[in-house]
């Protein structure tokens, strides 16, 4: 799982954020490639997605803005639909009770009986009629003919019959009155042969009414009800309640036409308001005919589907982001493996042109320390000679023996020059059979004293069946000095040094150097072969021993690796044919890695 997950990562994760890229540096020919990176992802996912989300926006207004219109002409219709039945109810009524002052006489109207029957032949005709009676100029009701024992009630003080005796026919607001139920009544104005008018009130059913509104109520969102001009409810409304309550809804302007609109409830929620002034032909009523659907419940349904598109888009948003960054995490990873090839050919020649200048620097010291090397050895050796002619001191060992110790360095020295030479030259490589114990044990012996002061605990483990190798003896023993010096150098008193060999493949040998010392950093293992490079302190070290030991390996067509980590210790890993060919062409002796 972890695998895969890496995997994956690689994909959009840019080469150039691994941290073994850090010594090209210099060479590189665009060096931000984290800027590019990112500008190719924000360039690309503005152009594709910029079109897409924009599209998506669009498409949403369009849609939201067709379905707000939708609902609002829904609304309309039912409004005005609406709107017709309750005018038609009222004037049905009004044209009922306008027909009965014209066809009956006064003296008809104010018989109780005959009043009866007028109500009973009305009742059939157009129902919704609970009671009939006749109120005099003065407003008493001097006829009634229904349910209820109102018979000589003075109505003079009640605000209904002054507006009666302004106007021919009245429609009133809904109101309790002496009965004490809601209740609304409609009157036709007429005279008596006196001259002296009277009023025909008819008092209307409240519940007919109220099952013609609910017959137009579409839906359990919707609520369909009647207001008067003050806000007033007149008939029970599913939102607000019973009728006498106080409507929270915006009372609009009058208009004489339906008119929609969209407002908020009180709860802040969007609402479609449908309203209509109802009016007949022959008066004027105090009703507003209200209608209010709950725009978020009407459009449930193109919220869920407006909420998946959405979760689509998102998806495509995310999935060309994805393809993006691969997309760019690739291109920019070609160009940067490009570029790489090339600061590497460069670092390469670089380091090529380094060692040409080195071993053309070790060339001239070479050449100018052989001259003073070669007058130390003769005068050496024509000292020894004299004390060999003396028996003073023929007999003397300890003299002698500093002598020959002379004679060593002087001779070892002379090795060290003609190797600094061939580090700036092509020099010939004295292939003889070589035993690695021993020349092991020889570089061993120049670190004896130092290794029994420093209590440095060495390991050496060359099998019995690793075969001599044909190579160069100076060379190797050299390779040995130079990597056994750091390791010691590397090392504190009391450590270990390791000095194994083994022969894994039949062509080849394979020697490790290993100690606890300091270890080398991760940031400087790359460079510990260039030239110059030193992590020891200022004064203590020329940085040119691994360099020298790197061209030394190449030229016995070797190969040299390092493993280290901080405070555990450092290994130094070479690789020697067993057999080489003597003569090596120019190619074969450069030191390039």
């Known amino acids: 799982m972890i695998g895969r997950f890496r995997k994956a990562l690689s994909l959009i994760r840019p080469q150039f954020y ?3 890229n850090r010594h090209l540096s210099p060479y590189l020919r665009f060096t931000d490639y984290k800027r590019i990176w990112g500008f190719g992802i924000l360039a690309l996912g503005v152009a594709a997605l910029l079109p897409l989300i924009a599209v998506t926006i669009i498409h949403f207004r369009l849609i939201q803005k067709s379905i707000d219109a939708e609902i609002i002409l829904l609304t309309e219709r039912v409004t005005s639909n609406a709107r017709r039945a309750v005018t038609y109810f009222l004037e049905e009524h009004l044209n009922a009770l306008r027909f009965t002052v014209n066809e009956f006489r006064y003296d008809q109207l ?18 919704g009629l609970t009671d009939l009676s006749v109120i005099d100029h003065s407003g008493i009701q001097i006829a009634y003919a229904g349910p209820f024992k109102l018979e000589g009630k003075n109505y003079s003080n009640q605000v209904w019959f002054a507006e009666c005796q302004k106007c021919e026919f009245y429609v009133s607001e809904v109101f309790r009155g002496y009965r004490n139920l809601p209740h609304m009544i409609v ?12 009023i025909l009130r008819a008092t209307l059913e409240t519940e007919r009414l109220i099952k013609t509104l609910t017959s137009y109520k579409t839906g359990e969102y919707a609520d369909i009800f009647l207001v008067n001009r003050s806000g007033v409810i007149q008939t029970p409304s599913t939102n ?3 009728a006498f309550k106080k409507t929270t809804l915006p009372i609009p302007d009058y208009s004489p036409r339906t008119q929609t609109l969209i407002a908020t409830d009180r709860q802040m929620n969007p609402i479609i308001m449908g309203y209509a002034f109802i009016s007949t032909q022959i008066a004027e ?10 725009k978020e419940r009407m459009t449930k349904v193109w919220r869920q589907l407006h909420t998946n598109i959405n979760t689509i888009v998102l998806f495509g948003i995310i999935s060309i982001l994805i393809v993006i960054t691969i997309t760019c995490t690739f291109m920019v990873n070609r160009l940067y493996l490009a570029d790489r090839e090339n600061a590497e050919t460069m670092a390469s020649a670089e380091q090529t042109n380094q060692l040409a200048s080195i071993g053309q620097l070790a060339a001239g010291v070479a050449h100018e320390i052989n001259n003073p090397l070669a007058l130390i050895g003769e005068t050496a050796g024509y000292v020894k000679d004299l004390f060999f002619m003396d028996k003073q001191y023929r007999n003397d060992e300890e003299l002698v023996e500093h002598i020959d110790t002379i004679l060593e360095s002087v001779e070892r020295c002379g090795m060290i020059t003609r190797q600094l030479l061939g580090f700036a030259r092509k020099f010939d490589i004295k292939i003889q059979k070589v035993s690695l114990k021993q020349i092991i044990s020889d570089v061993l012996i120049f670190h004896k004293k130092e290794t029994e002061y420093r209590n440095i605990s060495v390991h050496v483990d060359v099998p019995e069946d690793i075969p001599e190798i044909e190579t160069d003896r100076g060379k190797l023993q050299q390779i040995m000095i130079n990597l056994v010096n750091n390791a010691f150098q590397a090392m504190d008193d009391g450590c270990c040094l390791d000095i194994l060999a083994s022969n894994e493949v039949p062509e080849n040998v394979k020697i490790s150097i290993s100690d606890n010392g300091c270890g080398i950093s991760e940031e400087n293992l790359e460079k510990v072969f260039q030239p110059f490079f030193s992590t020891k302190e200022g004064g203590k070290g020329t940085g040119l021993g691994l360099t020298i030991t790197y061209g030394l390996v190449k030229k016995l067509h070797g190969n040299i690796s390092v493993k280290s980590e901080e405070q555990e ?14 003569e090596m062409s120019d190619d074969e002796s450069s030191f390039g890695r």
């Open 110 to 127: 104010t018989n109780p009986d005959h009043l009866k029957e007028i109500l009973r032949n009305l009742k059939l005709g157009f129902g």
């Open 285 to 294: 009523t105090p009703f507003i005919l209200m209608v209010v659907k709950q």
């Open 187 to 198: 009157t036709v104005k007429s005279h008596r042969p006196d001259g002296k008018f009277f």
């Open 18 to 20: 691994r941290p073994d």
């Open 569 to 582: 210790g450092t290994t130094f890993i070479l690789s020697l044919p067993v057999r080489i060919k003597e």
């Open 240 to 242: 607000i309640g019973d």
